[in-house]
């Protein structure tokens, strides 16, 4: 409701409303209206005589989640290593078995990253199990690369999401540090970013289709880092007709890693 000239009228009376905390009194669009349980004063039909004998007022505040403060994150993977496994920075510690930090050698030379762990990564504690990362196991194979000997697996978010739920912005926020530094350990020459999630959360964009975002090599943090964005494997397996797709895209992977350096 909006009421300035009312507003007015009942403070020249000398009865006490409600007005939101930070609200401009010299504005015509000052907001009267009251808390749910807030007592105020009558409709004034006649001037009144005394100040409404109330107790005070609730005041609504709203609260807006700060982004977690800066840390400084150690810098060697064991380290870092540890930091994550006690982090609780966002809401997603509240839920998880355990963080899910990311696996392979710290000399790999490709990372792939993920949206966030679900529930068989929750349980297990390795990014990319299940169906999902036998395919992507399948898919790196065919390109001569392991998780085991060359290429380093990781998400935005180190904890599960809530019903597999994709990372909310300020989640991958709070988590952003800890990605930040395994890349820059790792100094990988590419990272691969899977599925249309976890390529905004990289590329620091909202909402953009993996449509926009696949086909060009993109760069990924101070260091520049090359960025190439494809399918997500669990996508694929919904959709197996766009696995001809993922596959020119391995190519590319390929073909760029071995004019980088031979492996
Ligand atoms: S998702 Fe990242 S920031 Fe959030 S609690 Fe887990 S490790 Fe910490």
């Known amino acids: 409701m909006r009421h300035p000239r009312r507003l007015d009228y009942l403070r020249a009376l000398g009865v006490q409303v409600w007005v939101p905390r930070g609200s401009d009194r010299g504005r015509e669009d000052v907001d009267v209206s009251p808390p749910r349980n807030a007592v105020v004063a009558a ?20 609260v807006r989640e700060r982004p977690p403060p ?12 540890a930091m994550v496994k006690d982090c609780t920075r966002c809401r997603l510690c509240e839920t998880r078995t355990q963080t899910v930090f990311g696996v392979g050698p710290s000399e790999a030379t490709l990372m792939i990253v993920g949206e966030g762990p ?3 990564e929750d349980a297990q504690g390795e990014p990319f199990v299940g169906r999902a990362g036998k395919l992507l196991d399948e898919m790196l194979a065919a390109i001569g690369r392991s998780r085991r000997e060359n290429t380093f697996i990781a998400n935005v978010v180190k904890c599960r999401p809530p019903g597999n739920r994709d990372p909310q912005a300020d989640e991958a926020e709070a988590c952003r540090p800890y990605l930040e530094q395994q890349v820059r350990l790792l100094k990988p020459r590419l990272i691969v970013a899977l599925g249309k999630v976890a390529a905004n959360r990289l590329l620091a964009t909202s909402d953009q289709p993996l449509s926009k975002m696949r086909g060009p090599m993109h ?19 919904r959709s197996p007709r766009e696995k001809a797709k993922s596959w020119e895209d391995l190519k590319k ?5 071995q004019q980088e350096a031979p492996v």
């Open 70 to 81: 800066p840390i400084d994150v150690p810098q060697d993977w064991d380290g870092l290593r």
């Open 219 to 237: 760069h990924y943090g101070p260091d520049r880092t090359p960025l190439f964005i494809t399918y997500h494997p669990a996508y694929l397996l």
């Open 43 to 62: 409709p004034v039909a006649a001037p009144v005589a005394a100040t409404v004998a109330a107790p005070l007022p609730d005041v609504v505040v709203t």
């Open 253 to 257: 992977v390929w073909r760029f890693l």
């Open 118 to 120: 679900g529930a068989d």
